[in-house]
């Protein structure tokens, strides 16, 4: 629904544009452009982080999965039965978003034209409010077909590595995908590696723009270096969560009086070994914070100031049209995960009240569960911003044009992170602890 609402916006904005403005369709500077790259990076990330939500649900319905096996179906028509499943509701869903999404769409347009106003790079004529049935057609077919594929992708991936006698959920990868993931990781690591080396560099262009006391601009070419290792970093971390997310748990979790309290104990013990969950939840968040801890520094320090202030406003459009839809698709991403797992810990739930814990006791492992998730992050955050942090000194130290980034920088949208996971997990928790509780009361 969420995805819905926002490609319809951008669809019905894209059409009515073309309606009323024919002549801006092929424009350089048309408007469209507002539209359609959010659009773009918002179902590329619906793909990206709908495989958490994918794993959640094989694992979910487990029981029904094996039965089919039992019954001879293969991973190939496993994946097609979910990728239906996840197609038709999909269309249901970006139905009803699209509805949703109608009278938005003038309001963003207006919002963004009162915000930067018309530019050297951007004509934003007035906008009609209109309902396009053109654009709503298109925006079911976009997510239908985009989540029916990404539901097919991240089943069969899940479905081909079991083996063919036991329907092991726990054995994710097979030989053969462990040993891509290796090479993938070992290509990124060195990537990354020389991206960061290739950024300490001084050029001899940009060291005639010092010598004429043009450093500022020099700043400027920084920036596809500093963007690169945004975007690997991120892939890098999401290849890895699942190997280091629970050896950092282990290592922060020994301040924890564990062997004190109970539910401080049951709360380590479940991160560790709700291994999907964990990686579903911090990698997508980890991403989130540290792109926007990246491009807070470059319209900040990069781009701001003298004589490129309009640069800093292009980069501010900039941010709100690329990020805008992937972090909205990865907020709803994570709270939909967090609902998924809760009602899945209803039955243990049950079991713990009818064992005598209180609704307190549960309250408060849920809690401290909740703390866990969120210093993991919090740590992972900060530890990831610290080597851009640095290289953003040593750029400034190189070009003799300190910028003079503070510590707090690379810790404000860990944690917001950390505040989001706080505020998710325990409001969902806790209503599900409420709705348990008063089941077994009446019961």
Known sequence: MITGLLTGVCLNGIYTLKDHYPQLVSAHNSPILIFIYPMIFGIITLFIVSSGVIKLIIYNSGKEYTLWTILGANSTQLSFLISGQVALISLIGSAIGFVGA?????????WVRQLFGTTQYIVMPPLPSEFSLTAFWWTIIFISLTAGLAGYFHSHKLFSALKNDVFDFQKVNTKLQAVFKGFVIIFITIGLLATYINATQVSSWNRHLIRIDQSSEAIKSYVSNVMIIMF???????????????????????????????????????????????????????????????????TSHFTAGGPNREAATNTLLSLVIFLGAPLIIIFTNVLVITVIVSKQQSIRLKQFNLLGFSSSHLIHEKLMESLIYGFTLLICGIVGNLPLYLLVQKIGFNLHHPMNVSLSTITYWPTISFLIILIFIITVDVARIIKVQSSNNMS
């Not at 971390?237 to 997310?245: A, C, K, V």
């Not at 401080?264 to 914070?289: E, K, R």
């Open 102 to 110: 109608f009278p938005f769409t003038s309001i963003l347009y207006k």
């Open 232 to 298: 690997l970093t991120i892939v890098l971390f999401t290849l890895l969560s699942p190997l280091i997310l629970s050896p950092i748990i282990k290592l922060w979790t020994k301040i924890l009086p564990k062997k004190k309290f109970a539910a401080t104990n049951t709360a380590f013990w479940t991160s560790i070994f709700d291994q999907h969950y964990l990686t579903s939840l911090i990698a997508p968040l980890f991403g989130a914070s540290f792109l926007l801890t990246g491009l807070t520094i470059i």
